[in-house]
C-alpha cells in the first residue's frame, strides 16, 4: 500500500507556499546602486563646490537592488512571469539551513548650495532633499522553503522548523534638510555633513517566528502544527503613497578627506539613523497556537485537491485564530541604517580613480559586510568609465560595470549596475542591480 500524507484544506496547504511567493514578489519589484548598497547617499559633489562661486546643484537619483545567497535571478524572474516552477527551477536554488533576501528602491531629489556665507560663516552651505523609499528583507530556514516548494511529503517523520524566521516590508518617503561645512588648507581639505530628515510613514508589514514547527507522522496519519509569532501591520486600509500611517525621524552624517598633495580620499558616511512610529489604526497579531490534524489521507500538505477533514479546521478557524487575537495598537519601527567607508587613490595624473570600500545594512537581516573594489578611467575628462568587483552583502560575487559623462561644466549623468551577471545569465547570479543620477551644476 502506497504511503499517503494528509493534506490541509485551502488556506493551510497553500499558505507556506503563498508566503515565500509573495515575499519573493515584494522584493522582485526592485531592479543596487553600484553594487547592492553602496554609498547611495553620496555627498563627495559637496566636497566639489566653490564658496567664491556661490556654488548649487540640483540632482536627481534613482537606485534599486534585489540580492539573495540562495534565490536565483530566474527563479524570481519566472514568478513574476506567472510561469510553471517546473521541479528542475525549484532545485536550481542552492537552498542552504540560513537563506536571505534583501531589496531595496531609492529614488531622490535635491538641491545644494554653498553661498558666501551662510550664518555669518564663510564655506558653511545647505542642502535639501526629498526622497522616496522601499526597503524589504528576510531571513527563513531551508525547511520552510521545502515545505513552500516540494510539499511534506519527504518530511515523514520529521519536524520541518521554521523557527526565528524573518520578513520586513516597508514604504517611507522622507523630508531632509542638512548643512555642511568646508574646511582645511587648500592642499588638505575636508568636508563634514550633518543632516536630519523627517520621515512619513506609507506601508509596513513584518512577520518573526519565534518558534515554529511542523511534523508529519511517519505513517501520515495526523500532522501537528506548533507556532509561536507575531505579525505587524501598518493601517491596511490606506496603504497609498499619500497615505499618512506613520512619522519618525532620522539623520544622516557624512566626513570627506582629500589630501591632493598624494591624490587620495577618504569618504565616510552614516545615513538613515531613525525610526517610524506608526500609528494606532496599525495592527499587532500574536500567535500562540497548537493545531493538530488527523483523519484524511492525500498525498501532500500542498499540492494534493481541496478537501474537507474530521478536524473541522477550515478556513474559517484560521480567520478566528488571526483576527480573535489582532489588537490595534501603535508601534515603532527602526529604519535600515546605511554604513559606507571608502578609500579612493588617483593615479596617473588623476586620470585613474581605485577605490576600495566597505559597505553595510544594519537592521536589515543582512548577513555579511558587503567589501568592494572599484577601478575607474578618465577619458578625454568627458567620459569615466568604470569596473567593479564585490563579495558580501545578501550575496557573495558581484560584478559590475558604469560610465558617467559629463555634457558640459553644468551637466552630469551617471548610469551603474552592481552586477552585470544578473541581466547576462540570470540562472546563475543571485543579484540584480541598476543605479542612475543626474546632477545639474550652477
Known sequence: MTKKLIILTIPCRS????????????FSFSFSCKAQFTNI???ATLHELKHDSSDSEVGLSYNTFIASNTIRSSFVKALL??????RSIRQNNPITSENFIGSEDNACFWFAHLPDSLFGYEKLGYRISIENSFHADTKFSSDLYKLAFFGNKEMAGKAADFTKNYLTYMKYQQVKFGLFKQTGRSDEPFTVYF??????GQSFYAAETDTATLFTEESGDYIDLNFHAKYFSSDTASSKWNNFNGFGGCADLGFIYEDKKNNFIVNCSINDVGYVWWNKKSLIVPIDTFIHWDGIMADSILWGHDTSY??????????KIVLTRAKKSSFVKVIPEKVNISFTKKFFNKSLHTTLGLAYLYHANCPLPLI???G???FNNKIISSLQLAYGG???FQCGIGIEATFSKYFKFQLATGNLLGFLIPEKSFVQSASGRLIVHF
Open 310 to 319: 474530521q478536524s473541522g479546521f477550515n478556513q474559517d478557524s484560521l480567520k
Open 372 to 374: 568592494y573594489a572599484r
Open 81 to 86: 512571469q506567472n510561469k510553471l516552477l517546473s
Open 15 to 26: 499558505v507556506l507556499r503563498i508566503l515565500l511567493t509573495w515575499i519573493l514578489v515584494f
Open 394 to 396: 545578501y550575496d557573495k
Open 376 to 378: 575607474e578611467y578618465l
Open 195 to 200: 543632516g536630519l530628515g523627517f520621515v512619513k
Open 41 to 43: 547617499y553620496d555627498y
